[in-house]
């Protein structure tokens, strides 16, 4: 059986636009990949990020649900260490009351942020990641949801409402062993990105697997493959689109993050020897070709990794060539044979 296909959007601001041009094309490109058979869309969360207008996901996530009609919309995902649990599960509630069975809940554990802007989300005053506390606010999150606390807690009479309905499904996000045995201990999904550690991917999975513990909500495991992906008509022109997110990476690295630059500026580069090995590692966890090249090394990455599903990040100077990308991705997969076959049966 074909593995869902979803999409990851951080809303990149190309070189020439501004933020608000990005969100509207993260709805645009909702729209676009509903009607192509995609399974998810996922909302990033980061901060303080000049190439990225993804600051406020549970906020696109409403206004993604509100202009798709099936799709499932979700975060990829809320760093928990910027927010209070009880935040937190008032709005996916509110969201899930709204959007009902179409809401995931996607929970990361890092800033999305350099230490500064961290400080000034008041985390800690350190600005670290915050490792630390990150089980307390699960555990706290996760107790809202339903668990409940125990009768000696503080926070035992209080309640996020609205509570006639559930928290949507939830998952760990994360690119470690670590991550992946908090989920399976919790017995909820897995999302490991891929494009953050290539290297870990295989171990992480299995990690996650063995150690699944099942749930009332997950009574077996469920893992998803983040992949960051550039699919063109032709392998040159896939090389030269990556190449803006290359030349991104690599100013955002050196403290200098600002738009995504265009492919003709990446190309022009003049990159020192640092910046070329900074090039080589950022390349090889991107996944970069035509739709059947691209096709045959996702499928070799799930699996290797045994993954359930996979989701695709695309990140491209230009809205067109980044619809183009997730147009050929899903041909490459007949999404449009499988989305039929799902209409047909009640979707998703």
Same mark, same amino acid.
């Given at each position: ?38 399974? /998810?869309?996922?909302?990033?969360? %980061? ?35 910027? %927010? ?44 670290? =990641? ?11 999150? =996760? ?42 201990? =919790? ?45 063109? *008509? ?6 030269? =689109? ?26 022009? %580069? ?47 100077? *230009?809205?067109?060539?980044?619809? /183009? ?24």
């Amino acid at each position: 059986m074909p593995l869902p296909l979803s999409v990851l959007d951080l809303s990149p601001v190309p070189a020439g636009s501004t933020g608000p041009d990005a969100l509207a094309n993260t709805l645009d490109l909702a729209s676009w990949c509903e009607r192509l058979g995609y399974s /998810r869309y996922w909302l990033a969360e %980061h901060h303080s990020t000049p190439g990225l207008a993804s600051s406020a996901p549970e906020v696109m996530i409403g206004q993604v649900a509100a202009t798709t009609s099936r799709i499932r919309v979700g975060s990829g995902g809320i760093m928990l260490p910027n %927010h209070a649990p009880l935040r937190v599960a008032e709005t996916f509630r509110v969201l899930e009351a709204l959007y009902p069975d179409r809401i995931d809940l996607g929970i990361g554990r890092a800033p999305g942020a350099d230490r500064v802007t961290a400080f000034a989300l008041r985390r800690s005053a350190s600005g670290g =990641l915050g490792g630390e506390s990150f089980g307390a606010q699960l555990g706290e999150l =996760l107790a809202y949801g339903g668990e409940g606390f125990p009768h000696d807690h503080p926070f035992r009479s209080v309640r996020a409402l609205p509570d006639e309905v559930p928290l949507p499904p939830i998952w760990i996000l994360g690119s470690t062993e670590e991550s992946a045995q908090i989920a399976a201990a =919790l017995g909820v999904g897995y999302a490991f990105a891929r494009f953050l550690g290539p290297r870990r991917a295989e171990a992480a999975m299995a990690a996650y697997r063995d150690g699944f513990q099942p749930s009332a909500e997950l009574r077996s495991p469920r893992s998803m493959l983040a992949a960051a992906v550039v699919c063109a *008509d032709d392998a040159e022109r896939a090389e030269q =689109l990556a190449a803006s997110m290359g030349l991104g990476v690599v100013r955002m690295r050196q403290g200098r993050p600002g738009p995504l630059p265009t492919p003709e500026q990446a190309l022009a %580069h003049d990159y020192t020897p640092d910046e070329q090995d900074q090039l080589r590692r950022y390349r090889r966890a991107q996944v970069v070709g035509d739709p059947p090249a691209v096709r045959a090394e996702l499928d070799a990455l799930c699996a290797a990794t045994r993954a359930d599903e996979l989701i695709v990040m695309t990140a491209v100077h *230009d809205h067109g060539e980044r619809r /183009r990308s997730y147009e050929l991705l899903a041909g490459a997969y007949d999404l449009d044979v499988r989305t039929a076959e799902r209409l047909e049966a009640g979707w998703p």
